[in-house]
């Protein structure tokens, strides 16, 4: 550099992020104002430089979301199963330009039906990833598990060793039995489900703790609650709690047990949209 004059360090905020190299300046009185020419001179290539840089991250994020969008969409059914004894219905809007959530079913028999729900920590294209191997997971090992707390054991340990512990979910799963009038859940860290039944509000507490994040489940255990005609459980995450009604409060624990009190016989469907 000993052939330079001088060195202009260029900021964008307070990162130098380019450094303007000058020789074969006239020495004199005008010394000061031509440097301060070539200052901003090169200051304007740099927000120039920079702008271009933004846009064209912002494309690449753009196709990232384009693409987490697309796995996002294939986690969540189009259509759920109905029958003469029970319907399932779900509904899907995502907060953000793409969500963690997960939500499925898979029969274990003619007369056991299975579902659930999940959502991973974080937003974005790590977590649709880590989603969208979690519904592998769920659809394989629910063939062979098909004892709820085993089962939520293997998932634990097949997440932990995907994410290193670096990621999380909690999850909720549950079987119908419609011959027996049964249902058997476990609850690994969610939000509590709301189960309306015989007049009353029961809420489906966590049986053991979130996926993903410890090697061993502490008091890994399956509950289980009979069915009666009538009864509605309502399965949820944290996007139902964090958004809006129409007069600008948060959706409450309380009023969602209202909510589902007042509309426990109602078709799921339109339960789902109101």
């Known amino acids: 550099l000993q052939e330079f004059e001088f060195i202009i360090p260029v900021y964008h905020k307070s990162i130098p992020i380019a450094y303007s190299l000058v020789s074969g300046i006239n020495k004199g009185n005008d010394v000061y104002n031509n440097i301060q020419l070539i200052t901003s001179i090169t200051n304007i290539v740099a927000v120039a430089i920079e702008n271009k840089r933004l846009v064209r991250q912002q494309i690449i994020q753009e196709k990232e979301w384009e693409l987490a969008r697309e796995v996002t969409s294939m986690l969540i059914p189009d259509k759920m199963p109905q029958g003469s004894k029970f319907a399932l219905a779900n509904v899907y809007r995502p907060h953000y330009k793409v969500g963690g959530d997960y939500i499925d079913y898979l029969w274990f028999s ?127 995450t944290d996007g139902l709690t964090d958004v809006k ?22 078709p799921p469907q339109a339960i789902c949209h109101d």
């Open 110 to 236: 003619e007369t056991q039906l299975c579902f659930c729900i999940a959502d991973v920590s974080g937003k974005g294209i790590a977590a649709a990833m880590i989603m969208a191997n979690f519904q592998a997971l769920v659809q394989n090992l629910a063939q062979q598990y098909k004892d709820l707390e085993t089962l939520v054991m293997v998932l634990n340990r097949a997440v932990l060793r995907i994410t290193k512990g670096e990621k999380y979910l909690t999850f909720f799963i549950a079987v119908a039995d419609l011959e027996k009038a049964k249902l058997y859940y476990v609850n690994a860290g969610h939000i509590p489900p709301v189960l309306y039944r015989k007049g009353s509000i029961t809420d489906l507490k966590a049986t053991t703790t979130i996926i993903g994040h410890f090697e061993d489940l502490p008091d890994n255990h399956e509950g289980e609650l009979d069915l009666t005609p009538g009864s509605l459980l309502l399965a949820f």
């Open 245 to 266: 009604n129409r007069g600008g409060h948060q959706f409450s624990s309380e009023m969602i047990r209202d909510f589902v009190a007042a509309h426990h016989a109602d």
